[in-house]
């Protein structure tokens, strides 16, 4: 493939020319400039792709027109803004497709409605794209220059779906690339002559692996990062989207990064935004205008919020470290990087000079003098001052320094000395030499040091040698407690402690396995039969034997004592009483006590209800009265054995001019204490009890409401009943009516006797 090249002393008067930005108005929001170089080969023909690509373009338009000044390149580029047709293929003008401008949908949907989709023979020139990109000059007015506005933030997207290529332009067209040379700097800056080459083998087909020529392909992609190195060096940063399979990944990432747009730091293969589908495509778009959209640090307003510069920070550093800086008004500034600091010893490289703690000392003394010593990672060593050393007898120097000269010499260098150590673990008599230093050396026999004299073991040796063998004892234990044990002749003696005994029933826990008691039964028995009982607590409780029991009448010998059913008479009760029950073959039978019968009028309570005579007994014109049936008396008469009271002819069992008291006697009535019911109160000799005073003398009625009740008690006292009962009464009324009726017949019958 063919590239148009320029000479270096162009590009580097470029890349040097930048005009002044206008100052903008304290938070004005300026909007930014984005060129898309829109790929327009005729591989894009593959599937739907182009139509995808403009689809996408037009929904970034629609969502950011209205803040994002947008312009339109396509490349190769056959067609000037006016619609008449170029034959330019490999070669660009400097003329917009679409102008950059706010509100560009309309243009740009207008465009490509009327300019149609490539030919498949078109190339894919991103390099010649970038070549006249960076070439322009702002003087251009509204052509390409614009891109390069000094008063907005300018930006350039790369979209294509191929690799760098002017293979049919080369072969079939201009033959652009055949002849001629060009002059650059090479990488290491050495000016070189190259000739023009091919980017593709013309005997290949685009389709096979070595259609492009590698070392081409390689010249071209450092062409392309230099132009793109450019624009960024002029404040123009270059983003890069790749879609499809048939990208040049290696191009395109080395493009994003050099183009200041990489995705994120430290990024290796996916710089750029590779896309497969046009979801994909228009995702990657619209980031990259959030991207320009977003504030930086350059004293603009970029997001219009109404704020510059707002809440933007980032990571700097000193020779000590890292930390964040803060922006203002577009400028970084408050760096909390640490900073350097003077040395110290401390074990930290505080001037952050790659040292630690270097070139420090100080002075420093001992006992014998003074000094210098040095900072060695956070201490202080190498005292030059001179050390106390061990003294030494005899030298007649104060060797440790501490004022005193040849002290702590036990000996005198030379001298000999019994002394005992062990060979084996078995004590041993030596010999002990003082040493230059004034102490005894090792305890030595026939050149050979003896060990120490050792803690005494169970060996049969005297280990300690204090002249005793096996002189020591040691903890031991059973599971029942702990006690000691006792060396003897080279072997340890039983333990002394309690061992554990077979489990019986004592309340202690013989066998030492925490259990108190456990499991112990034995054979019991009881009158009534034989069982097993247990121990608890050192007592044998729970016998399962039957136990004897009450005996109940159920034709058993419960309290087994040989006979069933024994000595069961028991107390019982029915209404009327008490009585007696017994048990026939484990049945128990009737109670003995008087059943309730029907009532009936004879002074007992038959029916046993607590009541006496009571209910209707007697019939129409008498009432049960002291257990019989009386009549009302007639002219206060009555016949047979029955005498008058209250009315009625009753059987009375006290004499006449007596009474029934409340005790049980009969008394003669209205006497001092003949009053049961009722008061005294008009001291006559027949003194009226009832609660309100009559004035009368004479017999007391018994009526319940006006007359005071002298005769009568209840049933079982000593002279009988004489008190008319309140549930067998007459009403007050019909008795009165009754006597009455019979006065006045009795007084009828004794005028007619007169007549």
Not at 21 to 39: G, K, M, Q, S, T
């Amino acid at each position: 493939m063919k590239h148009y090249r320029i000479g270096l002393v162009l590009m580097i008067c470029t890349m040097l020319w930048v005009p002044a930005r206008p100052a903008a108005a304290a938070n004005e929001c300026i909007d930014p400039n984005v060129l898309v170089l829109f790929d327009y080969s005729g591989s894009l023909l593959s599937g739907n792709q182009y139509q995808d690509a403009i689809d996408s373009l037009k929904s970034l338009a629609t969502d950011y027109q209205s803040q994002i000044r947008f312009g339109l390149m396509l490349f190769p580029y056959l067609t000037d803004a006016a619609g008449t047709n170029k034959t330019y293929k490999c070669t660009f003008s400097t003329e917009l497709t679409v102008p950059l401008a706010l509100n560009n949908l309309s243009a740009i949907s207008s465009f490509f409605t009327k300019f149609g989709a490539p030919k498949g023979t078109y190339d894919t020139p991103m390099l010649q794209a970038f070549q006249v990109v960076t070439n322009s000059s702002f003087s251009d007015g509204t052509k390409l220059g614009q891109i390069k506005d000094p008063g907005r933030r300018n930006y350039v997207i790369l979209f294509t779906d191929g690799v760098q290529d002017c293979c049919w332009d080369e072969l079939n067209g201009t033959q652009y690339g055949v002849t001629g040379s060009f002059s650059y700097y090479d990488s290491t800056d050495q000016w070189v002559t190259k000739d023009h080459q091919l980017d593709c083998n013309p005997d290949k087909k685009y389709y096979e692996s070595d259609y492009l020529i590698q070392d081409e392909l390689d010249l071209n992609r450092q062409q392309i990062a230099s132009y793109v190195t450019a624009l960024k060096n002029q404040g123009i940063l270059t983003f890069v989207v790749g879609l499809g399979t048939r990208t040049d990944p290696i191009t395109l990432n080395l493009l994003a990064k050099k183009g200041g747009t990489e995705r994120y730091a430290g990024c290796v293969n996916d710089c750029y935004y590779q896309v497969a589908n046009k979801t994909q495509l228009t995702e990657a778009f619209k980031d990259i205008a959030r991207i320009v959209k977003t504030e930086v640090c350059d004293g603009i307003d970029n997001n219009c919020d109404g704020k510059i510069d707002e809440n933007l920070t980032r990571n700097c550093s000193t020779k000590c470290g890292g930390g964040t800086e803060t922006c203002n008004m577009g400028k970084w500034e408050g760096c909390n990087a640490p900073q350097p600091q003077p040395e110290v010893c401390d074990g930290i490289d505080n001037n952050c000079d790659g040292k630690i703690d270097e070139n420090l000392t100080r002075s420093c003394s001992t006992k014998c003098g003074t000094g210098v010593e040095t900072c060695n990672n956070g201490k202080w060593v190498g005292c030059t001052a001179r050390q106390p050393e061990p003294e030494k007898c005899g030298d007649g120097i104060d060797n440790n320094c501490d004022g005193k000269i040849d002290e702590g010499c036990t000996c005198t260098p030379g001298a000999k000395q019994n002394c005992k150590g062990t060979i084996s673990g078995a004590c041993t008599e030596g010999e002990q030499v003082c040493d230059q230093q004034g102490q005894w050396g090792p305890c030595s026999k026939d050149g050979n040091v003896l060990a120490p004299p050792q803690e005494e073991i169970c060996d049969g040796k005297d280990n300690d040698c204090d002249g005793v063998v096996d002189n020591i004892e040691r903890d031991c234990s059973t599971a029942c407690g702990s006690g000691k044990q006792v060396c003897k002749q080279g072997n340890w003696e039983e333990c002394s402690a309690p061992k554990p005994e077979p489990e019986i029933c004592d309340g202690k826990d013989n066998d030492c396995d925490g259990k108190i008691d456990e499991d112990l039964t034995r054979a019991c028995k009881t009158k009534c039969g034989e069982g097993v009982e247990t121990c608890v607590d050192g007592k044998w409780v729970n016998c399962t034997a039957p136990q004897p029991q009450p005996e109940i009448c159920d034709g058993k010998d419960n309290d087994c004592n040989g006979i069933v059913d024994d000595n069961l008479v028991t107390q019982c009760s029915t209404n009327c009483g008490v009585g007696l029950q017994t048990c026939d073959n484990g049945v128990p039978s009737d109670c003995s006590s008087v059943q309730p019968v029907k009532e009936v009028c004879d002074g007992l309570d038959n029916d046993c209800n607590g009541k006496v005579d009571d209910g209707d007994l007697c019939g129409p014109g008498s009432i049960c009265f002291c257990g019989s049936c009386s009549t009302v008396a007639v002219n206060g008469e009555c016949f047979g054995n029955r005498k008058p009271f209250g009315g009625y002819c009753v059987i009375d069992n006290c004499p006449v001019g007596t009474i029934c008291t409340d005790n049980g006697d009969c008394e003669p009535h209205d006497g001092p204490i003949d009053n049961p019911n009722g008061n005294d109160v008009d001291a006559g000799d027949k003194g009226n009890d009832s609660i309100t005073p009559d004035g009368n003398n004479g017999l007391d009625t018994a009526d319940p409401n006006t007359g005071g009740n002298d005769g009568g008690s209840e049933a079982g006292n000593k002279c009988g009943c004489r008190t008319i009962q309140s549930n067998s009464a007459l009403p007050t009324s019909t008795g009165f009516g009754l006597l009455g009726f019979f006065l006045l017949l009795g007084l009828l019958r004794r005028r007619m006797k007169q007549l």
